[in-house]
């Protein structure tokens, strides 16, 4: 029989969309083909798979890789599908994951040359967006510090397409101790803001972007707090060379991180 919105394991996986029973658990929802291909492809990370039949028959790759990691595999009715996802015409799979947090000591000890850091970002679709672009620019860590948004929230793993299981996901309450720990790992600390006396494109023309970095980040809304700003290396601001008043932040940071993966490279 397929489980149904009722069905006591679906019941306990739909409570994983508040951000207290995934605290709580250490599990969080991963939906659609995309993020469930990619959370397989990390090594004990799914934890079950819910799919309709018509969805498991259409991914069948996926529910064999499952079955080959002894995941279980639960065929599901439309409406349990429904309650498990949070868009508005789900694909038919949702999987049941553990958190990936790695410790920042562990993630900084792996010599990273690329790291960004999200310090109290609180829309979890920006946060996605820029972790997704981070991971395309190469970096290896994703750091959300201080009053940070919850990176297994339904939206910001949505937004990351699958990038979330690709890099080291860190959880860091003070943001200042992060910088720290950052600088004496090797790394230069950037803060991205739009009043930093700093020009990116001068920074990139004298070679300053080819060291290890990690580039701050602050909220849309409001922006990186002064003593951020002030603990990091230097700040940096993109140039603009139309009539924009500003770039949002999920763009600010593609270009910033574009520019040191380039230097890099």
Same mark, same amino acid.
């Given at each position: 029989m397929l489980f149904t919105p009722r069905t006591p394991r679906v019941v306990?996986?739909?409570?994983?969309q508040r951000r207290r029973e995934r605290d709580a658990t250490g599990r969080f929802l991963a939906e659609g083909p995309q993020a469930v291909r990619e959370a397989l492809g990390r090594p004990r990370t799914?934890?079950?798979?819910?799919?309709?039949?018509?969805?498991l028959d259409r991914y069948a790759d996926l529910a064999a890789a499952a079955a080959r990691d002894d995941v279980p595999v639960s065929e599901v009715t439309d409406d349990a599908?429904?309650?498990? *996802?949070?868009?508005?015409?789900?694909?038919? &799979?949702? /999987?049941v994951c553990q958190h990936l947090d790695v410790a920042? !000591?562990? #993630?900084?000890s792996r010599g990273p040359r690329l790291v960004a850091v999200l310090a109290g970002i609180r829309d979890p679709g920006n946060a996605g967006t820029v972790l997704r672009t981070a991971d395309a620019a190469g970096a290896t860590a994703v750091i959300f510090a201080g009053d940070a948004v919850d990176p297994y929230n339904g939206k910001c793993v949505r937004s990351s397409a699958g990038s979330l299981f690709h890099v080291d996901v860190v959880r860091e309450r003070d943001p200042v101790a992060t910088?720290?720990? *950052?600088?004496?790992?090797?790394?230069?600390? &950037?803060? /991205?803001?739009?009043?930093?006396?700093?020009?990116?494109? !001068?920074? #990139?023309?004298?070679?300053?972007?080819?060291?290890?970095?990690?580039?701050l980040f602050g909220s849309e809304a409001h922006g990186l707090p002064a003593e951020l700003a002030e603990a990091a290396d230097a700040r940096v601001r993109?140039?603009?060379?139309?009539?924009?008043?500003?770039?949002?932040?999920?763009a600010a940071a593609a270009v910033?991180?574009?520019?040191?993966?380039?230097a890099q490279r």
């Open positions: 306990a996986a739909r409570r994983l799914v934890l079950e798979l819910f799919g309709t039949p018509a969805a599908v429904a309650a498990l *996802a949070e868009t508005v015409a789900p694909q038919g &799979l949702v /999987a920042l !000591a562990v #993630a900084l910088l720290t720990a *950052a600088r004496a790992a090797g790394l230069t600390v &950037l803060a /991205a803001t739009g009043h930093g006396e700093d020009d990116l494109d !001068a920074l #990139a023309d004298a070679g300053r972007l080819a060291a290890p970095t990690a580039w993109v140039p603009l060379h139309g009539r924009a008043e500003s770039l949002n932040l999920a910033c991180l574009y520019a040191s993966a380039r």
